[in-house]
């Protein structure tokens, strides 16, 4: 974190992907083990949270009812989260940018999360366009 920062922001991790195809699943089971040594590392820094990997299936609940999972695309599969620390979106893009795992076909998006509550009155993810 940079000098100037004293309390952290926090930002949502989503592993997003799947694995190169071409590569065998000792190249794989490298970079996760890589990954596991960096992110507790990460973690004992205070630049990270934990987080966990996601099982397959779920269900999506909404007024139309309850249907089965998973709802995305093959390509844009979500993998898992975790939580990083940083003073900015940019710090923050920077730390996961050392992810092992980029190398074998993973991708990361990273979300600022809102330290505010909900408002119908302010602008948001939810908030329709008008």
């Known amino acids: 974190m940079s000098a100037s920062t004293t309390t952290p922001s926090e930002f949502l991790v989503i592993s997003r992907g799947k694995w190169?195809?071409?590569?065998?699943?000792?190249?794989?089971?490298?970079?996760i083990d890589d990954f596991y040594v960096w992110h507790e590392g990460c973690?004992?820094?205070?630049?990270?949270?934990?987080?966990?990997?996601?099982?397959?299936?779920?269900?999506?609940?909404?007024?139309?009812?309850?249907?089965?999972?998973?709802?995305?695309?093959?390509?844009?599969?979500?993998?898992?989260?975790?939580?990083?620390?940083?003073g900015s979106l940019d710090e923050a893009a920077a730390l996961a940018a050392r992810n092992p795992c980029l190398a074998c076909g993973l991708e990361f998006e990273i979300r600022p999360i809102e330290p505010?509550?909900?408002?119908?009155?302010?602008?948001?993810?939810?908030?329709?366009?008008?």
Request: glycine share 12%; hydrophobic share 35%.
């Open 43 to 86: 973690v004992a820094a205070g630049t990270m949270r934990g987080g966990q990997r996601l099982a397959t299936g779920g269900k999506r609940v909404s007024r139309q009812g309850v249907v089965d999972g998973p709802f995305s695309e093959s390509k844009e599969i979500i993998g898992g989260y975790w939580h990083i620390l940083a």
């Open 116 to 130: 505010e509550r909900a408002s119908a009155y302010v602008t948001s993810n939810e908030t329709p366009a008008r």
């Open 20 to 31: 190169d195809e071409d590569l065998p699943p000792e190249r794989i089971q490298a970079a």
